[in-house]
């Protein structure tokens, strides 16, 4: 009777991990908010997202819903944490393209011995932590010391006749900033990362007088460690011609200064990071600003029409002095203006600001 008791009150415990973490997570914010914690929040959250997981299995063990499943993820989540951290060279999306039968094994460890007992529950843990230092090892997963990163050029000239351009850039982690060039026959120029984990690849087509650019980092780059000032991309387009940008990165920093381009489109999604964008004085268009969890800067100049609709969900929004809201729609210049800018900003968590400049 007392064994069932007792039983009950482990199935009966609430969440203990899970409000400390959110409690962690919002003091880190207002400190930075506040000044007190000096760089970027959210560079943090991309840094050390595997600790969510980590909190998750905890948690999981706490409530007594199973242990070898939760240890199993508290350690995958750990080697993903080390590999952000640079202590070994790790890629998420590959190692769980190949690992994802043990959790199976796992969660199958867990429906055997129940919570028959302890210790066959520590002696499962040990086996499929075993397990996975093995898979990782054979892997050729190692530990790592620190990479400079150093700087690849990049340069693609403007062929003769091009009247328009669209340009596709998809690199997967870094900061990134781009800007318009003074070389007018060049269509794109600058630098960007060069290490042994990264790979770019570029495809330059034209189909009578439009020219479409590509770029794209490889597979071993679907996720690298994200040290402070890493990464690095500069980059400049040219002015000369209209552009259809697209630009996709899944951790990071964006600077986006359009002042000078012809933007005739704008597509742009960030996952996790900061993205600050000014967005151009003389270009008429509309486009798509997506951001997972972050904070999102939109700089709109002055005489210029520009409407803003606002999808979110856990998110703030700040606007600055000229800037009308009415619901979800946010707008700034009058209709007299000689350009207009038709956005959708999207945001999950965090904040959005709309200022002038």
Request: proline fraction near 3%; charge should be neutral; avoid cysteine.
């Amino acid at each position: 009777m007392a064994n069932e008791r007792q039983t009950s009150i482990r199935r009966q415990r609430g969440s203990l991990f899970w409000p400390l973490l959110l409690i962690v997570v919002g003091v880190i914010f207002l400190l930075n908010n506040t000044g007190l914690l000096n760089g970027d929040a959210w560079a943090l959250v991309a840094r050390f997202w595997p600790l969510f997981f980590i909190f998750a299995g905890l948690d999981s063990i706490w409530k007594g819903e199973g242990v070898v499943g939760s240890v199993f993820t508290i350690g995958l989540a750990s080697a993903f944490l080390l590999s952000n951290l640079g202590v070994i060279s790790i890629s998420v999306w590959g190692t769980l393209a190949r690992l994802w039968p043990l959790f199976l094994v796992a969660f199958g460890f867990d429906l055997l011995i129940g919570r028959r007992s302890w210790l066959a529950s520590i002696i499962g843990s040990v086996a499929i932590l075993a397990i996975l230092g093995g898979s990782l090892y054979f892997m050729g997963v190692r530990v790592t010391t620190y990479q400079e990163i150093n700087a690849q050029n990049l340069q693609q000239e403007l062929s003769s006749g091009i009247t328009a351009a669209r340009i596709d850039l998809q690199p997967a982690v870094g900061n990134l900033r781009l800007r318009k060039t003074d070389e007018q026959a060049t269509l794109l120029t600058g630098s960007a990362p060069a290490a042994t984990n990264f790979t770019i690849s570029q495809s330059y087509e034209v189909v009578g007088n439009q020219a479409s650019y590509s770029l794209r980092t490889g597979n071993a780059l679907i996720f690298t460690p994200i040290h402070d000032n890493s990464y690095p991309w500069d980059l400049g387009l040219t002015g000369a011609i209209p552009l259809d940008l697209s630009l996709s990165m899944g951790a990071g920093s964006l600077n986006l200064d359009l002042t000078g381009l012809l933007i005739q489109r704008l597509q742009v999604e960030l996952g996790v990071g900061q993205a600050t964008i000014t967005l151009p004085a003389a270009s008429n268009f509309s486009g798509e600003i997506r951001t997972g969890v972050g904070e999102l800067i939109l700089i709109i100049p002055n005489g210029v029409q520009v409407q803003i609709e606002v999808e979110k969900a856990l998110s703030t929004v700040n606007v600055g002095s000229g800037i009308v809201q009415d619901g979800k729609i946010y707008t700034s210049g009058g209709g007299g203006a000689d350009y207009r800018i038709v956005l959708k900003l999207q945001q999950a968590i965090g904040s959005i600001i709309l200022k002038r400049p």
